[in-house]
C-alpha cells in the first residue's frame, strides 16, 4: 500500500510539472538578436576569423580579417573560456554615431567567462543590403 502511495505521489509530482511545463511559452529570439547569438558563438569557440567573414559589410570595412583575429584573440586570452550569457537589452534604433543611417539592434549581454565572472557584451547588428541581420561592432567590457 505504501509503495502504491508512493508511485501514485510520483505520478502526480510528474503530471504537476509536465503541466507548468507546458503552461510556459517558449521564449522567441527575435532574427537580430539570434543573429548576434550566432556571432558570439563563433567568438567563443575562437573562430574569430569567420567571425570577420560573417560581420556585416560596414564592420569589415572598418577593420581588417588579420586586425580583428589579433585584437579579439588577445581580448579572449585574458578572460579565457565562455561561461554564459543573458541579454539585457536589445534596443532598435535608425541612427547611430559615425554610422550610416540603417536599421540597427544594440544588444547588450550580462556575460561570464572563466578569469571574468561579471562582463558586459554590447552587439551591435545590422540589417544588410541583403536583408539579414549581421554583427557590425563588439565591445567587450
Known amino acids: 500500500m505504501k509503495r502504491l502511495l508512493m508511485v501514485m505521489a510520483a505520478s502526480i509530482a510528474i503530471a504537476a510539472t509536465s503541466?507548468?511545463?507546458?503552461?510556459?511559452?517558449?521564449?522567441?529570439?527575435?532574427?537580430?538578436?539570434?543573429?548576434?547569438?550566432?556571432?558570439?558563438?563563433?567568438?567563443?569557440?575562437?573562430?574569430?576569423?569567420?567571425?570577420?567573414?560573417?560581420?556585416?559589410?560596414?564592420?569589415?570595412?572598418?577593420?581588417?580579417?588579420?586586425?580583428?583575429?589579433?585584437?579579439?584573440?588577445?581580448?579572449?586570452?585574458?578572460?579565457?573560456?565562455?561561461?554564459?550569457?543573458?541579454?539585457?537589452?536589445?534596443?532598435?534604433m535608425t541612427t547611430l554615431p559615425g554610422a550610416p543611417d540603417g536599421e540597427y539592434d544594440v544588444l547588450v549581454?550580462?556575460?561570464?567567462f572563466a578569469k571574468k565572472a561579471q562582463a558586459t557584451e554590447t552587439v551591435t547588428v545590422m540589417k544588410d543590403p541583403d536583408g539579414s541581420w549581421r554583427v557590425a561592432g563588439y565591445v567587450i567590457k
Open 19 to 92: 503541466a507548468i511545463a507546458e503552461e510556459q511559452p517558449k521564449q522567441e529570439v527575435s532574427p537580430s538578436v539570434q543573429a548576434g547569438l550566432d556571432w558570439l558563438g563563433l567568438i567563443d569557440q575562437g573562430e574569430y576569423a569567420l567571425s570577420w567573414e560573417e560581420a556585416a559589410a560596414y564592420f569589415k570595412q572598418m577593420i581588417t580579417k588579420e586586425q580583428w583575429t589579433q585584437m579579439v584573440s588577445a581580448a579572449r586570452t585574458t578572460i579565457d573560456a565562455f561561461s554564459s550569457r543573458e541579454l539585457l537589452s536589445s534596443t532598435p
Open 109 to 112: 549581454f550580462k556575460s561570464a
